[in-house]
């Protein structure tokens, strides 16, 4: 299934718009996932950074009481950091630092795959560029342009993990399990 996908993301002259497709479709079954585990080995075993990286888009903008228009960007991820409540609750019943717990995994997630998608590996630079432009890209050594959304501060995340922090505490009270106080310290 995930090199099906993957294949799908690629044949398209737009990878971005054929994840968007095919992310939009995919997703209410996401959602209907009735077990943790199970939504993270799909979301962890799927190998289109840029799928997974909308797929989380779009669970993260299904979180939000005020969903941004805003495209892809490290600014939308601190926006989904200060908006988002917890994911919605799936079918299984969990404890509410779990669900916590659950967001942090697919925010850090989210980050990894944007990066991968935008900012990392020279291969993964043009990642929304298809197959046949990507490689005149690399052999240009074209770098990707960076948004104005992408240039943010250590201030600014400082302050979104802070005001995060403090909406966790009031639902979980202190202290943090063990599995939140690491992926909160690998988010930041």
Same mark, same amino acid.
């Given at each position: ?27 209410? #079954?996401? *959602?209907?996932?009735? @077990? &943790? %585990? ?10 289109? !950074? ?5 797929l ?53 997630l989210?980050?990894?795959?944007y990066?991968?998608?935008k900012?990392? #590996?020279? *291969?993964?630079e043009? @990642? &929304? %560029? ?10 240009? !050594? ?6 104005d ?6 201030l ?5 993990m ?10 979980l ?16």
């Open positions: 299934l995930q090199r099906m996908l993957s294949m799908a993301v690629e044949v398209d002259r737009s990878p971005t718009c054929s994840s968007r497709k095919i992310a939009d479709d995919i997703f209410p #079954f996401i *959602l209907n996932i009735p @077990l &943790r %585990s199970q939504r993270e080995a799909l979301l962890n075993t799927m190998e289109s !950074q840029l799928l997974r990286c909308r989380l888009e779009l669970l993260f903008q299904h979180s939000c009481d005020v969903p941004t228009t805003s495209s892809m960007s490290l600014d939308k991820i601190l926006y989904f950091l200060s908006h988002s409540s917890v994911l919605p609750q799936f079918q299984d019943e969990t404890a509410t630092w779990q669900r916590w717990d659950e967001m942090l995994q697919y925010l850090s989210l980050l990894m795959s990066q991968s998608v900012l990392a #590996f020279p *291969l993964a043009h @990642l &929304r %560029s298809s197959l046949s432009d990507r490689m005149d890209l690399i052999v240009q !050594q074209a770098k990707p342009r960076l948004q959304s992408d240039d943010i501060s250590q600014d995340i400082q302050l979104k802070n005001d995060f922090i403090n909406r966790m505490q009031e639902a009270g202190q202290p943090f399990p063990p599995q939140i106080q690491e992926k909160l310290f690998m988010l930041q």
